[in-house]
């Protein structure tokens, strides 16, 4: 938001979207495994590369509000497309783990809740190492602070910014992976998760990706507290924890990042990192 001003409202249709890629390559007889890679794979052209060059280009010299607009318009479209073109019903997703119980100090957690915490953890602390500790990462970071600068040193601008859009594409369906079983495959499950994520990127700011993992946890917090959430009373705090604030850290991936990257900025730390490493 500091560095755009505008925010993407079709993330959670982008989680919502792979769910349902995986539900059609499962009930067409693929393992989940293979209908995992096979959905990425498509999910990198349609919500990576597609979603790029159909919306955000065309719209992005005109201004951070048509892409806005256009996003709120694309989720109701995507919303509204599974709907009539698929299901309206919800579907049952298979889940990675067994259903096993554990009882933990008297608190009941489940094998899933585990690997899902584990998992998010894992994802969101992996995609921070590559952002700040390869030389591809700080590329990305090179060119969403100047673009013009980062040419002149030799970086491929046009190659960086479809990485960003791919990394989104795939983070979206680790998270139709990690969420769905237990949302279950909805054509509205993405708005609710989209808000989770507004929310938790707006208590722990939308450039610090850490923050949003704080602000997930300040928003099960409330739920817990007051249970005014329904969601909140079959997902358990610790895999919503990481959920939100994994979804938090997407939502900073697409609304600071992915932005920083169609515009030119001023020569920036990371930039000189860049030029030192080379």
């Not at 409330?222 to 997902?235: H, R, S, V, W």
Request: net charge neutral.
């Amino acid at each position: 938001w500091q560095a755009s001003g505008t925010i993407n409202f079709a993330q959670g249709e982008f989680v919502m979207l792979p769910a349902f890629a995986m539900v059609g390559f499962i009930a067409a007889g693929a393992s989940l495994p293979v209908a995992f890679v096979l959905t990425v794979l498509a999910a990198v052209i349609v919500l990576g590369w597609a979603f790029k060059r159909g919306l955000v280009d065309p719209l992005f010299r005109y201004g951070m509000m048509p892409i806005v607009v256009a996003t709120i318009g694309l989720s109701i479209a995507m919303r509204n497309g599974v709907r009539a073109g698929y299901s309206a019903e919800a579907h049952p997703f298979p889940s990675l783990f067994a259903d096993k119980i554990y009882n933990v100090a008297g608190v009941a957690i489940s094998l899933a809740d585990i690997g899902t915490f584990v998992l998010a953890l894992v994802l969101v602390v992996g995609v921070q190492a590559f952002l700040m500790k390869t030389i591809t990462g700080r590329a990305m970071q090179a060119v969403a602070q100047n673009t013009e600068s980062a040419t002149v040193l030799g970086i491929d601008v046009p190659r960086m910014v479809f990485y960003t859009f791919a990394i989104n594409a795939l983070l979206a369906c680790a998270a139709a992976l990690l969420v769905t079983p237990t949302y279950l495959a909805k054509f509205d499950m993405g708005e609710s998760l989209g808000t989770k994520a507004f929310f938790a990127a707006i208590i722990g700011g939308f450039n610090n990706s850490r923050g949003a993992l704080l602000g997930g946890g300040a928003r099960v917090a409330k739920e817990t507290d007051d249970g005014a959430d329904e969601e909140a009373d079959f997902l358990s705090w610790p895999a919503l924890l990481l959920l939100t604030g994994f979804f938090g850290a997407i939502a900073y991936l697409c609304l600071v990042l992915i932005p920083r990257l169609q515009r030119p900025r001023a020569t920036s730390p990371a930039g000189a990192r860049l030029v030192q490493t080379c």
